[in-house]
């Protein structure tokens, strides 16, 4: 059941992205692996890798997708950080602001893939992310507004998950 659930949820993710891209750096990418993580902690990281595995092939695996195989495990790593038992007064606050600085972190966190890649130095890498700029910002925007939707969404995928027994 599990391994079916996630394929499903890793799909999800990687159709959402796909169904948003028309608005730059805007998508339920965060917001899905921020819901993932909370609902299933270690195993989250399956439907995760689902999503990069999609995207790759979906995107040819090209040099762009690299930084994929660890970016987004930087947002599952920082929410592992919460404890499990967060009240969600709290996580409805919290994640979003977490999601939301992930999205103004973006470019930064992509940096240094991007710097070895194309060999950039650091004058030149620091250009690169001042360029991206304004797309963290609308990444930063877009991922504060969709982290609303992370609490409904979590007690939505806890109580299906507990209708058919994964968790």
């Not at 495990?73 to 919460?82: D, E, K, Q």
């Not at 038992?85 to 893939?113: N, T, W």
Request: charged share 10%.
């Amino acid at each position: 059941k599990e391994m079916c659930v996630f394929s499903m949820l890793g799909t999800i993710m990687f159709l959402s992205k796909l169904i948003m891209e028309f608005l730059p750096n805007v998508h339920m990418v965060a917001t899905l692996i921020i819901v993932y993580t909370i609902v299933y902690r270690v195993k989250a990281l399956i439907p995760l890798y689902i999503f990069v595995f999609l995207t790759g092939l979906y995107g040819s695996f090209n040099a762009w997708w690299v930084p994929y195989i660890y970016i987004w495990a930087i947002l599952w790593g920082v929410v592992m950080l919460f404890p499990k038992g967060l009240s969600p007064r709290v996580g409805a606050i919290v994640f979003p602001i977490v999601s939301g600085l992930y999205g103004l972190l973006f470019g930064l966190l992509y940096a240094p893939a991007q710097a070895i890649m194309l060999g950039y130095n650091l004058q030149e890498t620091l250009a690169w992310i001042a360029a991206g700029l304004y797309f963290d910002i609308s990444h930063t925007v877009g991922n504060l507004v969709l982290g609303f939707l992370i609490y409904p969404l979590v007690k939505l995928l806890t109580r299906l998950s507990r209708q058919i027994g994964i968790i």
